[in-house]
């Protein structure tokens, strides 16, 4: 018998062989099912698109882009741990330009003590052309007709 159960975003299984009434395969799938739900939680650690940080772009049109997260994450960890989650990210303080937009700029490690739990990629939000000559003039001009006004 199977059995299968969801409680606050975690939904776990049960498989009991050889009972030998359905009265107590039930009742041995309802025992596993209590036992994880009472000693284990899903901790969604990370939401795609979600930004992590910005980070600073040399010599690009724009100053800076966003790190965003590439997709969701999570882990089933033991009850009472999810204190216990160090966030380690790895990021440069600037990028050069150009800068793709989904470029992988970065991780995000999740980890309790030394065990990992998950790493998630960060991400470019947009992309950021380099800047030329013809881009500086261009601003230029944009910000002196702008002052005319």
């Known amino acids: 018998m199977s059995a299968s159960a969801t409680r606050n975003n975690l939904s ?3 498989v009991i ?7 107590i395969r039930f009742d041995e799938a309802t025992k596993l099912l209590d036992y994880g739900f009472s000693k284990f939680e899903y901790i969604k650690y990370s939401n795609k698109g979600d ?3 910005q980070v600073y772009v040399e010599k690009g049109i724009s100053e800076s882009v966003n790190a965003i997260f590439a997709e969701d994450a999570g882990a ?3 009850k009472g741990q999810s204190s216990d989650i160090v966030t380690n ?3 440069p ?3 050069q330009a150009p800068v793709e937009e989904g470029q992988v700029i970065g991780t995000v490690t999740y980890s309790i003590g030394d065990e990992i739990l998950g790493t998630v990629n960060l991400i470019a939000s947009k992309s950021v ?3 030329t000559l013809f881009n500086m003039m261009s601003s230029v001009l944009d910000k002196w007709i ?3 006004k």
């Not at 062989?17 to 009265?23: A, I, L, W, Y």
């Open 12 to 14: 776990l299984i049960a």
């Open 89 to 91: 990210i790895s990021l």
């Open 93 to 95: 303080n600037t990028l």
């Open 146 to 148: 702008s002052l005319l």
């Open 51 to 53: 930004i992590a940080q």
């Open 129 to 131: 052309p380099k800047l």
């Open 17 to 23: 062989m050889k009972g030998s009434t359905s009265k």
């Open 76 to 78: 089933l960890i033991p």
